[in-house]
């Protein structure tokens, strides 16, 4: 047989987070360039438009079922993309050439991106972790959903706190600093919650 269909690859490919990275404007990979600048308005609405997408009942408030059915739309896009790229001569079917060609792809995509974390790791003196900002992404307490009106003033006011010289805008400089204050703060409290009390 000439063709394999390999659609298990192409989702085991998709769900191990072969996805590219999508882009902001003046970020790369989640992460803003040093130089870009954002305005409050701008930096707000990134973090709730997530959100807005999500409330299919525009009640204002994002429930556990909206966020795992919009969860699973964007998979299924990831797995159409997924496989456009890897049927390179769009025939329909993924022959195990192909599949091959996009795993190996993969493998040296997530090479050069671990040596790339490795040098930003050094530049920073610790591990590459990810301090991921997502305001308002987590559930309510009572596991009833996420209130888009309340991520938007956590949004406000994680700005405010970033905005080191007050102009109105943050850069990636004073979000990495602000990032880098939380951790060693959060390092801080942990270190004085293990020391044994005297």
Known sequence: MKTMIVLGG???????????????????GG????????SQAEFVEQRVARLTAM????????SREEMQAHRQ??????RGRMFERMD??????VT??????????????MTERRAERGEASERRGGRGHRGGQRAGMRLDRDGQGVNIEQARQRAVEQFAA????????????EMRAH????RADHQARRADRRQPAE
Do not use: K
């Not at 990032?179 to 939380?182: C, G, S, T, V, Y």
């Open 31 to 38: 992460r803003m360039d040093p130089d870009a600048r954002l």
């Open 162 to 173: 970033m905005d080191a010289n007050g102009d109105g805008y943050v850069t990636g400089a």
């Open 55 to 62: 409330d299919a009942n525009g009640d204002g408030v994002v």
């Open 10 to 28: 192409v989702a085991a490919l998709a769900l191990s987070g072969a996805a590219i990275a999508q882009t902001n404007d003046g970020q790369r």
């Open 96 to 109: 195990r050439s192909e599949y091959d060609a996009a795993h190996e792809q993969r493998r040296e995509g």
């Open 73 to 78: 739309a964007r998979m299924g896009e990831m």
């Open 179 to 182: 990032r880098e204050a939380r």
């Open 88 to 93: 390179t001569n769009s025939d329909g079917t």
